[in-house]
Nanobody, 119 residues
């Protein structure tokens, strides 16, 4: 069973930066490279929303409009890691950020890491 653990959250002022990490493990019949990876976030009182995605090969990325140009998603297949570099953070980026792995009907979620943007 795929296991995902996020880290790197914290409290930051507007305009600051954070780098989130997602450590993936537990791959049996399919390796990390066979999973598309995503970041989602959930702000207080709101539903979980898509933030960014990266393909299995890491050669294509997609971003939610509000984070384009500020966030960068990457993955390191050798380390079974995924990252989200977040720059120019805004108050609206506050929330719990979740790592997600998808391969067909198979899906796994991490427990989330909290990001608070506050002045």
């Amino acid at each position: 069973q795929v296991h995902l653990v996020e880290s790197g959250g914290g409290v930051v002022q507007p305009g600051g930066s954070l780098r989130l990490s997602c450590a993936a493990s537990g791959f049996t019949d399919f390796s990390f490279s066979n999973y598309a990876m995503n970041w989602y976030r959930q702000a207080p009182g709101r539903e979980r929303e898509f933030v960014a995605a990266i393909t299995r090969a890491g050669d294509n990325t997609v971003y939610e409009d509000s984070v384009k140009g500020r966030f960068t998603i990457t993955r390191d297949k050798a380390k079974n890691m995924m990252y989200l570099q977040m720059n120019s953070l805004k108050l609206g980026d506050t929330g719990v950020y979740y790592c997600n792995a998808v391969r067909g009907a198979r899906e796994a979620w991490g427990q989330g890491t909290k990001v608070t943007v506050s002045s």
